[in-house]
């Protein structure tokens, strides 16, 4: 696998269940990030982990809670959720800091249906 | 008022036209990106700049920093360049993004 991979692509859930979002990259960075994508909106930054840090977002829902293990890993934990968080969940990771930093790559996003 | 502006927000054009999209924004930045979102969501970085002008195949950007102001040009457009583009500014971990421009080049 190379660059940022994403499970599942597709996500239903109720808004009873818990799932998880899983974000794994293959480049080296030490910078990963959630955003959403919701129809006619820009890109909203969710969450950011940043040499191993995590960079809170106070308008995010106690519902969204992120979770990086690891520089390559990444993860999203979803709990009841509501319609409006029917939306794309993208990842994505870069390298904060040298003469490489500041290029994001992105994940394929997850499509997430809350019913 | 958004941060960061883009326009026009739809483009459509005949195969080989010039297109150029814009992006203003009126935050201070480190940097600008130009991002390209093809149908289903992916997402690929075209240009990260800071100052002047960069090129790759096709596609040129130029950013006027006195005027906080970016152009993304495509020469010799093509159908496959039929996307949604998007500007984004700030540092790389707080980027702040427009709401994009969808362009459809037709054969």
């Known amino acids: 696998e190379t660059g940022v991979t994403q499970t599942p692509r597709h996500l239903v859930m109720g808004m009873t269940n818990k799932k998880s979002l899983k974000c794994e990259q293959h480049?080296?960075?030490?910078?990963m990030y959630w955003y959403k994508q919701s129809a006619k909106k820009p890109l909203e930054l969710m969450f950011v982990?940043?040499?191993?840090?995590?960079?809170e977002n106070n308008s995010v829902p106690s519902r969204f809670s992120p979770e990086c293990p690891n520089s390559s890993h990444l993860f999203l934990h979803l709990h009841t959720l509501q319609p409006e968080d029917s939306a794309l969940y993208l990842c994505?990771?870069?390298?904060?800091?040298?003469?490489?930093?500041?290029?994001?790559?992105f994940g394929p996003g997850t499509r997430l249906t809350v019913l | 008022k958004n941060e960061v502006e883009q326009s026009p927000q739809n483009l459509t054009a005949q195969e080989g036209e010039f297109i150029t999209i814009n992006c203003s924004y009126s935050?201070?930045?480190?940097?600008l990106h130009w991002l390209q979102q093809h149908p289903g969501g992916g997402i690929v970085s075209l240009f990260m700049?800071?100052?002047g002008k960069k090129k790759h195949g096709r596609l040129i950007a130029t950013i006027n920093i006195q005027e906080k102001h970016s152009s993304l040009h495509i020469t010799a457009s093509h159908p496959r360049d039929s996307a949604v583009y998007i500007c984004?500014?700030?540092?790389?971990?707080?980027?702040?993004f427009g709401t994009g421009t969808r362009l459809q080049v037709f054969p």
């Open positions: 982990y940043s040499l191993e840090e995590r960079v």
């Open positions: 935050v201070g930045i480190s940097a």
């Open positions: 480049l080296g960075h030490n910078a």
């Open positions: 994505a990771s870069s390298q904060v800091g040298g003469s490489r930093g500041g290029e994001q790559f």
């Open positions: 984004a500014v700030g540092p790389t971990d707080k980027l702040i």
């Open positions: 700049l800071s100052s």
